[in-house]
């Protein structure tokens, strides 16, 4: 970096345990914020489009109170999609066994959009992942919604917990499923000037890319 170039504070738009400790994994120092805003679909709003606005709409909250340059704000959005409809947090039990009888033994969507805010503006990657579940039965699903593992999360599951025994095959990103895929993430921060455990060394001169 050159010498009068800022290097901007990685704030995370999220209160999210999960991904907090996704993000440590890369070796990013950062701080941690909570967005909230309204994350009601819009009418007729395709899933791409509802988590691509989510996110931005997250990383713009937060970026009102932490400015670039000095500040690079993360923010990202993820939900389960069957059947183009978006499954979102369950409301209440009977709501997520709803969730789960229409996941059981078959293949659903996990769509995550990652944004970077900086002083370059809004930066977005979108990144899918194709989950197969077994088939449930309804003691099954029962006795995972006495845990308190689903009523936090889209689709009513954590595959990273009890719920990935319901998981006979997965194809793309595993760390998209729990809230943040690294892979994407690591590549949108290094972009745009943001040092991860795996790219210590940014470009000097040339900033960011």
């Known amino acids: 970096m050159s010498g009068d170039q800022v290097i901007a504070q990685l704030v995370l738009a999220s209160a999210s345990p999960r991904r907090r400790e996704l993000l440590q994994r890369l ?23 509802y988590v691509r606005r989510i996110a931005l709409e997250k990383a713009a909250v937060v970026a009102a109170n932490y ?77 995972y919604l006495a845990t308190d593992e689903p009523w936090d999360k889209a689709g009513a599951y954590a595959i990273q917990g009890l719920a ?17 895929p690294l892979c994407e993430t690591r590549l949108l921060l290094a972009e745009h000037g943001i040092a991860t455990a795996l790219d210590p060394q940014l470009p000097g001169e040339e900033g960011k890319r």
């Open 67 to 143: 400015a670039a340059p000095d500040y690079a704000v993360l923010a990202a959005d993820t939900t389960v999609v069957v059947d183009d409809d978006l499954l979102g947090k369950p409301q209440d039990h009977f709501h997520a066994l709803a969730m789960l009888a229409r996941l059981s033994g078959r293949t659903h969507t996990v769509m995550t959009a990652v944004c970077l805010a900086d002083a370059d503006g809004s930066h977005i990657e979108l990144v899918t992942t194709e989950v197969e579940f077994a088939s449930l039965s309804r003691e099954a699903c029962e006795a």
């Open 164 to 180: 990935g025994a319901f998981v006979r095959s997965i194809n793309g990103s595993y760390s998209n499923v729990v809230g943040l």
């Open 27 to 49: 070796g990013v120092q950062f701080v941690a914020v909570s967005a909230d805003i309204d994350e009601t679909p819009l009418p007729a709003e395709s899933p791409q489009d």
